[in-house]
């Protein structure tokens, strides 16, 4: 276990001398603050508000180094089987490597398969968007409803939003509309195809596996209302099914069992976790048919030009790896169990509901590989919502309640620059300057010295008072929010996690955790069926609780 390597044990031990230096004191010292930075193509990451200096970066690389991150790095990228629980290879790198940059998993390169199924993307994206392909009554495809839900959903919302309005992107998306139905709620597929015509719209069914039970029901529910609407302009259903419906899936006999042509059918391998499948056909089908496959090639090169930087930058200018020792300094040695993550920039509005489920699900564990149990809290609880939003709502928690280390995400260039005449600055301008005040604000704080100073009554004091000390860092991207900082951004947040994961010592590939609710719905879903035909059927299995509350349900 990492915690028992004396690594751990001088970083336990540092910790508690740190404790005693204020941040407002850290920061005075403009050397730290020069060498607590790092760059990388377009990136500034500027950590020097962590509550640490250089002596805790030496210790935490000497904590990578107990915890053979690099070794563990290499052997990802080698294509070894590091998910062992799954016995599966963990090479969502390849989904992104140039085809000229073969990878491997069990002596086979994967980056052919990669690059045959994007060519495929891009020729039938191609012809949906001039209208070759069109609908069953001839109608173009301007419509997408993309079904999936966790891994097969997040991160495709995620760049969606990112590019509405970034100017290439939105080009090529007018006239066309996205849209996403993950929940099993009724209202979410009445929310999805609101106001469409099944003429004009393509649904794809995106789901790893072809067998989770919500993204199942939707397709069922979406397949009928494509069915029924295009019964009444005289389209059979094979018919409907054949031009409006598509899938992804790793599982392609099972999508071609729910009638889903082979042609229709996009793959992908079970060495992409779903999580990490946004690169993949789960997230290039829907986003090529919407944006163009340019959008999307260029997209991938940013989470690949990301994936280089991880694996050959050093580790003291790499900044995942930064990211992750600061995630394990903050967490398993500052007693940060939460952290937050505050684009200031409205396009992410769905980048923190996506590496939620990146981070949560990969390190909210409580066994190390071996199965041992952890003697260490690992993973952490992820929020975050953009700027300035979130400062109206929970920033108030964050300055003066519990201790949130914050991720402030910023662009120097707006996607859509806006300066109204007589403003005394732009309005990308009035966004950054509270992208640059906050983490001021954290780490200085206020003292009540300062308050009595400037006149504020006894009494209020201390309500006003800002404890301050409490670390952020700041990453600012030099250009604007295009396809390649989205795949940059993306993969940094990725490979965060999985430095984070490797360093715990744990599985950050497996989700074992989400089983055992599913198994419990399947036996509430035959009681509610049997109860449903026969009002007199017994409740069976349920404690007094949950039979009560499906009394009350069912009555
Ligand atoms: O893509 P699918 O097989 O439909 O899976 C969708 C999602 O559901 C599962 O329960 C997992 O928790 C997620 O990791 C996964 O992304």
């Known amino acids: 276990m990492i915690n028992d390597t004396p690594q751990w044990t001088r970083l336990a031990a540092h910790a508690k001398t740190i404790e005693s230096t204020h941040l407002r004191t850290l920061l005075k010292d403009e050397a730290r603050n020069a060498a607590l930075t790092a760059e990388h193509n377009g990136i500034t990451l500027d950590y020097s508000r962590q509550n640490a200096t250089l002596e805790t970066m030496d210790l935490l690389f000497d904590l990578a180094e107990a915890a053979h991150l690099r070794e ?30 073969p990878m491997y998993v069990d002596g086979k390169n994967v980056v052919e398969d990669v690059h045959e199924v994007l060519a495929a993307i891009r020729r039938f994206s191609d012809r949906v968007r001039s209208g070759e392909a069109h609908g069953a009554t001839g109608k173009k495809l301007l419509n997408i409803v993309s079904i999936g839900i966790g891994g097969s959903y997040l991160g495709p919302e995620y760049v969606f939003e990112a590019l509405r309005h970034e ?19 009724p209202v979410d597929a009445a929310r999805a195809v609101e106001g469409l015509n099944p003429e004009d719209t393509l649904v794809v069914v995106v789901s790893k596996t072809f067998t989770t039970a919500e993204t199942m029901l939707n397709a069922r529910t979406l397949r009928k209302w494509l069915v029924d609407g295009l019964a009444a302009k005289g389209v059979s259903a094979a018919d409907a099914i054949r031009h409006h419906m598509i899938a992804v899936s790793a599982a392609v006999p099972k999508a071609q069992e729910f009638g889903i042509a082979p042609e229709n059918v996009f793959g992908f391998w079970d060495w992409v976790g779903g999580r990490y499948s946004v690169c ?105 919502e953009p700027g300035t939003n979130g400062q109206h709502s929970f920033y108030q928690l964050i300055h003066q309640g519990r201790v949130v280390p914050c991720d402030f995400i910023a662009f120097c260039k707006s996607q859509t620059p806006t300066h109204l005449a007589g403003e005394k600055v732009s309005n990308h301008d009035e966004l950054m300057s509270n992208f640059f005040a906050q983490p001021d604000a954290l780490a200085n704080g206020k003292t009540v010295e300062e308050l009595a100073a400037e006149g504020v009554p006894a009494a209020l004091r201390p309500h006003k008072a800002f404890p301050g000390n409490r670390p952020s860092l700041s990453l600012l991207f030099h250009g604007s929010l295009d396809a ?70 069912l009555a």
């Not at 990228?77 to 799954?86: F, I, K, M, Q, R």
């Open 167 to 185: 100017k290439v992107a939105k080009a090529a998306a007018a006239g066309r509309t996205l849209r996403f139905l993950a929940n099993v709620d």
């Open 484 to 553: 390649f900082a989205c795949g940059q951004l993306l993969a940094l947040y990725e490979h965060r996690t999985v430095v984070q994961g490797a360093i715990w010592g744990l599985n950050s590939f497996d989700q074992w955790g989400v089983e055992l609710g599913k198994v419990l719905a399947t036996q509430v879903r035959n009681q509610l069926s049997a109860s449903r035909a026969d009002a007199a059927a017994e409740l069976k299995g349920f404690n007094s609780s949950t039979a009560s509350l499906l009394k009350r349900y």
């Open 72 to 101: 563990k790095l290499a052997a990802i990228a080698s294509g070894d089987h590091v998910n062992a629980t799954e016995d599966r290879a963990v090479m969502h790198m390849a989904l992104r490597s140039p085809a000229n940059k």
């Open 280 to 384: 993949s056909a789960v997230g290039i089908v829907p986003l090529a048919l919407h944006y163009g496959a340019d959008v999307t090639d260029a997209f991938l090169a940013g989470a690949h030009d990301l994936d280089e930087h991880l694996l050959n930058a050093p580790l003291r200018q790499n900044l995942p790896v930064l990211l992750g020792l600061l995630g394990i300094w903050n967490s398993s040695f500052q007693g940060h169990a939460t952290r937050a993550m505050l684009p200031y920039a409205q396009a992410l509005l769905r980048f923190a509901a996506h590496i939620q489920q990146v981070d949560m699900e990969s390190n909210g564990k409580r066994v190390a590989l071996d199965g041992s149990v952890l003697p260490f809290a690992a993973g952490e609880i992820n929020f975050g």
